[in-house]
């Protein structure tokens, strides 16, 4: 496992490569369940503690459809449900995606600058 693959969260090490495209499908499926599992704002009628639970709710699906049922339990150990706190995890979690998304496509550049010296030419003839 190398680091770009593991996300430390919580004294957990869980392993997640966006390049694969099983992880993939997973991510994409429970980013759109996050979408339609908590609205984006509070519902009139409805108490706020009774809001921030759904809404944590939503947040512990997330982990456990991505990496497996219970993960959720490890990463959220010992975090109070908090919108806000539950927000850093997953603002965490998408820039550690992110990461490996940049460096995907840093890889394909690099492979493509140098087996395919022509596009690099035509780049720089079009600006």
Not at 19 to 30: G, I, M, N
Not at 55 to 76: P, Q
Request: proline share 3%; net charge neutral; glycine share 6%.
């Amino acid at each position: 496992m190398d680091n770009l693959t593991i996300w430390r969260i919580n004294n957990q090490e869980l392993e997640f490569d966006i390049t694969e495209a099983e992880s993939s499908e997973r991510y994409e499926a429970a980013l759109e369940s996050l979408k339609t599992d908590i609205p984006k704002v509070k519902p009139s009628g409805i108490a706020t503690s009774k809001f921030i639970r759904a809404y944590c709710k939503a947040h512990r699906n997330l982990y456990d459809r991505i990496f497996g049922e219970g993960t959720s339990e490890k990463i959220f150990d010992g975090i109070p449900e908090s919108i806000r706190r539950y927000n850093a995890v997953y603002a965490g979690f998408l820039g550690f995606v992110g990461m490996q998304t940049s460096t995907m496509n840093q890889e394909i550049d690099e492979i493509e600058k140098k087996y395919l010296p022509e596009k690099k030419t035509k780049g720089k003839a079009e600006k």
